[in-house]
């Protein structure tokens, strides 16, 4: 092994731990959120190369240090990777084989176990910083298997964000091992004699190496500007949401339903601009796709449009891990809502005939759920970014939709909509749609840009 070698390995593996924690960093501050930005998939292919980098030098230096057991291990770990991280660039890509995710990890976790064996009780072992790695590899591997397991066999809502938590964190730390390898070449780094090769051919590898990593420090720090830029702003508007769900917490009534089980929703309402309980309004389900953060509710709780398009808005609370139907793995609470829905009923004002449902992204998913399960009580919808049951188009024929979708949307694939206004069509329906071109997921600025758009909302009623 010579000096040009060991530089090669301390420059990637600071470049490893320095790109792994950026995103760290950014997954804790915005969870799944992350996943969806626009940076993040090239993001991902960077650090993908940086890290297979990392490893083939690990692998070449197991191989001349001829520690056989724990090259064997690593090379396992190397194929399971490549694995997981195909895996993760198809879900992020089409959203497909998202079943296959967890699996791929587990087993790199798994293999990853028998890697940290190796560095601990083979040859491998006897130099302490490797020992050292392996010892953190094995804790953290055991750790993170029995909090997915956990994960995967838990109901409760609570502990599984807990959980998720931890995993973030637990991963942060995982950016160590790459620092013990590093203070571990680094030792060895010292202890090299001089070299006194002057060929031509040991030159024109170090140009080529020196051309490699500078090409990788480039592509790494114009990628995490991108990505840390995206996901300030991120940050900024999800606080900004949080602001706007705060101020319609201060505007609209708080009231709790209970129903007959003890089952028990928390809602907003509010009532139309110089309300007249012996007129007739319309009823706008507003569903959140978190908390109380609901666009349509925003909209139309401002002064101009209270005006304009009268009505009594209702916005359910989404509780943490829970959804409106329709989203695998969310646990729904639409019967719940419809129970609290019918009880307005009795709301001296409320017209019946024109209930109206909307939603973005979780509540998109909600608004087609709604009108597939409880037709009869609403009439008309505007889901947007977000997918149904093609099977329950049938049930939505009576109902007037609206439904919108960013064509590029990587959070919610443009297929859901594409394949729910189709159904639809196929059973009879006239439903609109409006897909915006080279549009992602963030589209609602733009729908509320649609000419007429709330006139033919209010304009909607049911025989």
Same mark, same amino acid.
């Given at each position: 092994?010579?000096?040009?070698?060991?530089?090669?390995?301390?420059?990637?593996?600071?470049?490893?731990?320095?790109?792994?924690? $950026?995103? %760290?960093?950014?997954?804790?501050?915005?969870?799944? #959120?992350?996943?969806? *930005?626009? +940076?993040? /998939?090239?993001? =991902?292919?960077?650090?993908?190369?940086?890290?297979?980098?990392?490893?083939?030098?690990?692998?070449?230096?197991?191989?001349?240090?001829?520690?056989?057991?724990?090259?064997?291990?690593?090379?396992?770990?190397?194929?399971?990777?490549?694995?997981?991280?195909?895996?993760?660039?198809?879900?992020?890509?089409?959203?497909?084989?998202?079943?296959?995710?967890?699996?791929?990890?587990?087993?790199?976790?798994?293999?990853?176990?028998?890697?940290?064996?190796?560095?601990?009780?083979?040859?491998?072992?006897?130099?302490?910083?490797?020992?050292?790695?392996?010892?953190?590899?094995?804790?953290?591997?055991?750790? $993170?298997? %029995?909090?997915?397991?956990?994960?995967?066999?838990? #109901?409760?809502?609570? *502990?599984? +964000?807990? /959980?998720?938590? =931890?995993?973030?964190?637990?991963?942060?730390?995982?950016?160590?091992?790459?620092?013990?390898?590093?203070?571990?070449?680094?030792?060895?780094?010292?202890?090299?004699?001089?070299?006194?090769?002057?060929?031509?051919?040991?030159?024109?590898?170090?140009?080529?190496?020196?051309?490699?990593?500078?090409?990788?420090?480039?592509?790494?720090?114009?990628?995490?500007?991108?990505?840390?830029?995206?996901?300030?702003?991120?940050?900024?508007?999800?606080?900004?949401?949080?602001?706007?769900?705060?101020?319609?917490?201060?505007?609209?009534?708080?009231?709790?339903?209970?129903?007959?089980?003890?089952?028990?929703? $928390?809602?907003?309402?509010?009532?139309?601009?110089?309300?007249?309980?012996?007129?007739?309004?319309?009823?706008?389900?507003?569903?959140?796709?978190?908390?109380?953060?609901?666009?349509?509710?925003?909209?139309?709780?401002?002064?101009?449009?209270?005006?304009?398009?009268?009505?009594?808005?209702?916005?359910?609370?989404?509780?943490?891990?829970?959804?409106?139907?329709?989203?695998?793995?969310?646990?729904?609470?639409?019967?719940?809502?419809?129970?609290?829905?019918?009880?307005?009923?009795?709301?001296?004002?409320?017209?019946?005939?024109?209930?109206?449902?909307?939603?973005?992204?979780?509540?998109?998913?909600?608004?087609?759920?709604?009108?597939?399960?409880?037709?009869?009580?609403?009439?008309?919808?505007?889901?947007?970014?977000?997918?149904?049951?093609?099977?329950?188009?049938?049930?939505?024929?009576?109902?007037?939709?609206?439904?919108?979708?960013?064509?590029?949307?990587?959070?919610?694939?443009?297929?859901?909509?594409?394949?729910?206004?189709?159904?639809?069509?196929?059973?009879?329906?006239?439903?609109?749609?409006?897909?915006?071109?080279?549009?992602?997921?963030?589209?609602?600025?733009?729908?509320?840009?649609?000419?007429?758009?709330?006139?033919?909302?209010?304009?909607?009623?049911?025989?």
């Amino acid at each position: 092994m010579n000096r040009s070698f060991y530089s090669l390995g301390i420059f990637f593996s600071g470049l490893s731990i320095a790109s792994g924690l $950026l995103q %760290s960093i950014l997954y804790i501050l915005l969870g799944a #959120q992350l996943f969806y *930005l626009d +940076s993040f /998939l090239p993001w =991902f292919v960077i650090l993908a190369i940086i890290n297979l980098v990392w490893s083939l030098i690990i692998l070449k230096y197991y191989h001349y240090k001829k520690y056989w057991f724990t090259f064997l291990a690593i090379t396992f770990v190397t194929i399971a990777t490549l694995y997981q991280h195909t895996v993760f660039y198809i879900i992020l890509v089409s959203g497909k084989l998202k079943s296959y995710y967890i699996p791929a990890l587990l087993l790199v976790l798994s293999i990853g176990i028998l890697y940290a064996i190796s560095l601990i009780f083979s040859r491998a072992g006897k130099r302490p910083w490797l020992k050292t790695a392996g010892i953190f590899t094995f804790i953290l591997a055991l750790v $993170l298997i %029995s909090a997915i397991i956990w994960h995967m066999n838990s #109901q409760d809502v609570q *502990l599984k +964000s807990t /959980l998720d938590n =931890f995993m973030q964190w637990a991963s942060l730390t995982g950016n160590l091992i790459a620092v013990v390898f590093m203070m571990n070449f680094l030792s060895e780094l010292r202890i090299l004699k001089e070299e006194n090769v002057d060929s031509t051919q040991h030159k024109s590898l170090e140009s080529f190496l020196g051309l490699a990593s500078t090409i990788a420090l480039l592509a790494t720090l114009i990628f995490g500007v991108w990505i840390a830029r995206e996901s300030y702003s991120a940050l900024y508007w999800g606080k900004r949401n949080a602001e706007r769900a705060q101020a319609l917490v201060r505007l609209f009534e708080n009231r709790t339903f209970v129903n007959s089980k003890g089952d028990t929703l $928390l809602y907003l309402l509010l009532k139309p601009l110089d309300y007249d309980p012996k007129k007739k309004y319309p009823l706008v389900v507003s569903l959140p796709y978190g908390g109380y953060e609901a666009s349509a509710a925003q909209l139309l709780s401002n002064d101009t449009n209270r005006r304009k398009y009268p009505a009594f808005l209702f916005v359910p609370h989404c509780p943490p891990g829970s959804g409106w139907g329709s989203i695998l793995n969310y646990p729904a609470i639409d019967a719940l809502v419809y129970e609290a829905i019918h009880a307005l009923d009795k709301e001296p004002g409320v017209d019946v005939k024109r209930r109206y449902v909307t939603g973005v992204s979780r509540g998109g998913y909600g608004s087609w759920h709604f009108i597939g399960t409880s037709p009869e009580m609403f009439a008309a919808a505007i889901p947007v970014c977000g997918g149904g049951e093609p099977t329950l188009a049938p049930n939505m024929v009576s109902v007037s939709v609206w439904a919108f979708h960013g064509e590029k949307d990587r959070n919610v694939p443009v297929k859901g909509s594409r394949d729910m206004i189709e159904a639809i069509k196929k059973a009879g329906g006239n439903p609109r749609y409006t897909e915006f071109p080279g549009a992602g997921h963030n589209i609602w600025e733009q729908v509320i840009k649609t000419p007429d758009l709330l006139d033919w909302l209010f304009a909607q009623k049911r025989d």
